[in-house]
């Protein structure tokens, strides 16, 4: 059984920052892919960061030089760390497992909230 299980989120102002994990289990972690979407109220869930099995990162333009993901394979856990955050940030961040950023992923978590005050 597969299970995604985030960590990190909560309330933070305008400028600070988050470090969220997702600990993975019931996968073949080193050989997945992983990603960090988010879903806002009334918008579309967004791919904003996915990291490869050979560790080749994509980050959607608006994290752009703000968020970084990284993964180890030894806690079987990947990490978004979120910097210079904005009021626009705030949603719901899941973790998934796909085989690239360009397909729906396979497997996710259940999500945590970030919420990002002015």
């Known amino acids: 059984q597969v299970q995604l299980v985030e960590s990190g989120g909560g309330l933070v102002q305008a400028g600070g920052s988050l470090r969220l994990s997702c600990a993975a289990s019931g996968i073949i972690f080193s050989t997945s892919g992983l990603g960090w979407y988010r879903q806002a109220p009334g918008k579309q869930r967004e791919l904003i960061a996915f990291?490869?099995?050979?560790?080749?990162?994509t980050y959607a333009d608006s994290v752009k030089g703000r968020f970084t993901i990284s993964r180890d394979n030894a806690k079987n856990t990947v990490y978004l760390q979120m910097n210079s955050l904005e009021p626009e940030d705030t949603a719901v961040y899941y973790c998934?497992?796909?085989?690239?950023?360009?397909?729906?992923?396979?497997?996710w978590g259940q999500g945590t909230q970030v919420t990002v005050s002015s």
């Open positions: 998934a497992v796909g085989a690239s950023a360009s397909v729906r992923p396979r497997y």
């Open positions: 990291i490869t099995n050979t560790f080749s990162t």
